[in-house]
Each structure stands twice: as structure tokens, then as C-alpha cells.
């Protein structure tokens, strides 16, 4: 069991930074992938980025390529979303999530945080 506690959102201006940060409950956090997903209001849940379990391999969706970029850290079992250049399309509620699979579908993930928000104003 992994529970999920996601934080660091705000508003921001266009072309600002921001870090959101996911800390995770339990012993096995090391072995899991971890991914951020945004829902936007009347859109679906889309993926962000995904990290394997020993940090090594990372994806985007190339929306946000060469502008966040995932991290984690085993020792303090968190996992960042470090967001730069953001645009007002990157408005949404962000939510981390573990899984046993390096994949980019939401449903391929077991444990959800509750979510941040994230509002980047013109």
C-alpha cells in the first residue's frame, strides 16, 4: 500500500516556475514508477511524466518537453515535478501516482495523491 501526498501548487504568471512535490507513504517506494498526470476542467485525466523506479529513464508528453522535467529522490520516498516556462495551458488539478509498469495510462496506475492545483494566469 502507497499513499500519496502532493503539494506546491499555486497561481502563477505565464512564463513562471513551479515545483510540485509527491511524498509517499511505505517501505516499498523504491520499487515503484511514479508519474504525474493533469486534469484540466471538462477535459480528461492526461499524462505528464513518468519515472522508473531507479530514477534512470524518463518520459514527457511533448507538451511539456524541454520545459518540466520529473525527479525523484528514494531516500526521502518523494517524487518532483520541477515546471518551467509555464503556459496557461498548463492549468489543472496534478496528481502523482505508483505503479508496477513504466507506462503513460493512467489506468496502468494503482495508488493516486489528491491532487494540486496549478493555475497560470496570462
Known amino acids: 500500500q502507497v499513499q500519496l501526498v502532493e503539494s506546491g501548487g499555486g497561481l502563477v504568471q505565464a512564463g513562471g516556475s513551479l515545483r510540485l512535490s509527491c511524498a509517499a507513504s511505505g517501505r516499498t517506494f523504491s520499487t515503484y514508477t511514479l508519474a504525474w498526470f493533469r486534469q484540466a476542467p471538462g477535459k480528461e485525466r492526461e499524462f505528464v511524466a513518468v519515472i522508473s523506479a531507479n530514477g534512470g529513464i524518463t518520459s514527457y508528453a511533448d507538451s511539456v518537453k524541454g520545459r518540466f522535467t520529473i525527479s525523484r529522490d528514494n531516500t526521502k520516498n518523494t517524487v518532483y515535478l520541477q515546471m518551467n516556462s509555464l503556459k496557461p495551458e498548463d492549468t489543472a488539478v496534478y496528481y502523482c501516482?505508483?505503479?508496477?509498469?513504466?507506462?503513460?495510462?493512467?489506468?496502468?496506475?494503482?495508488?493516486w495523491g489528491q491532487g494540486t492545483q496549478v493555475t497560470v494566469s496570462s
Open positions: 501516482s505508483a505503479g508496477r509498469r513504466y507506462r503513460m495510462y493512467a489506468q496502468e496506475y494503482d495508488y
